[in-house]
């Protein structure tokens, strides 16, 4: 089966930008993939940031841009702040209908 | 304002059906144009997609869980289910309910966790 692949960790200085890509170990993303960002904090429920590759979640802040980056799937975060200290969950949707997660990001802000 | 609440069993024996319910609260399950969810999260771990069913009843399971899953939706009551046979240790995971709509998923319910053990 496909594997998604995700930077296991990054760092960014606060006030600075990122930029987190999604993979597959296999061929190119493109948006026929309806790349998906999700942010997890402990504990709860993971919440969507942007979805069909750069449509930003309701409520999310405009620092948060999805689009495709050198075939793959990319999170720019521009301006991070604290709060922006998360794991990052990409999905994408394959060919055979199944959705395949990332094995996510966990950004540290300091 | 759409909700979803998963209930079952916290606490599974190995070799046995895992049986979750999740409510659905806000939209009818059979609005033209959902999907109906299950994705789980072993503890410290990352998030997998188990399988959905469609507003039309069509299923779509993970390649490595289908000879062992089945989700069913019962429209009398807004609510669909997951049912995982034969499990094992690796099964733990906190199990999410999610509508997924325009190739979202959103929203989730809380989650809750099941434990595999003896």
């Known amino acids: 089966q496909t594997a998604v692949t995700q930077e296991p960790s990054f760092s960014v200085s606060p006030g600075g930008t990122v930029t987190l890509t999604c993979g597959l170990s296999?061929?190119?993303?493109?948006?026929?993939?309806?790349p998906t960002w999700y942010q997890q904090t402990p504990g709860q429920a993971p919440r969507t940031l942007i979805y069909n590759t750069n449509t930003r979640s309701s409520g999310v802040p405009d620092r948060f841009s999805g689009s495709i980056l050198e075939n793959k799937a990319a999170l720019t975060i521009t301006g991070a702040q604290a709060e922006d200290e998360s794991h990052y969950y990409c999905?994408?949707?394959?060919?055979?209908?199944?959705?395949?997660f990332g094995g996510g990001t966990k950004l540290t802000v300091l | 304002q759409l909700q979803l609440q998963e209930s079952g069993p916290g606490l599974v024996k190995p070799s046995e059906t895992l049986s979750l319910t999740c409510t659905v609260s806000g939209v009818s399950i059979s609005r033209s144009g959902h999907y109906w969810e299950w994705i789980r999260q072993p503890p410290g771990k990352g998030l997998e997609w188990i399988g959905s069913?469609?507003?039309?009843?069509?299923?779509y399971y993970k390649p490595s869980l289908k000879s062992r899953v089945t989700i069913s939706v019962d429209m009398s009551r807004n609510q669909f289910s997951l049912k995982l046979n034969s499990v094992t240790a690796a099964d733990t995971a906190v199990y999410y309910c999610?509508?997924?709509?325009?190739?979202?998923?959103?929203?989730w319910g809380q989650g809750t966790l099941v434990t595999v053990s003896s």
């Open positions: 069913i469609s507003y039309s009843g069509t299923t």
């Open positions: 296999s061929g190119s993303v493109t948006s026929n993939y309806y």
């Open positions: 999610v509508r997924g709509y325009d190739q979202n998923f959103d929203p």
């Open positions: 999905v994408l949707l394959t060919s055979s209908d199944f959705w395949v």
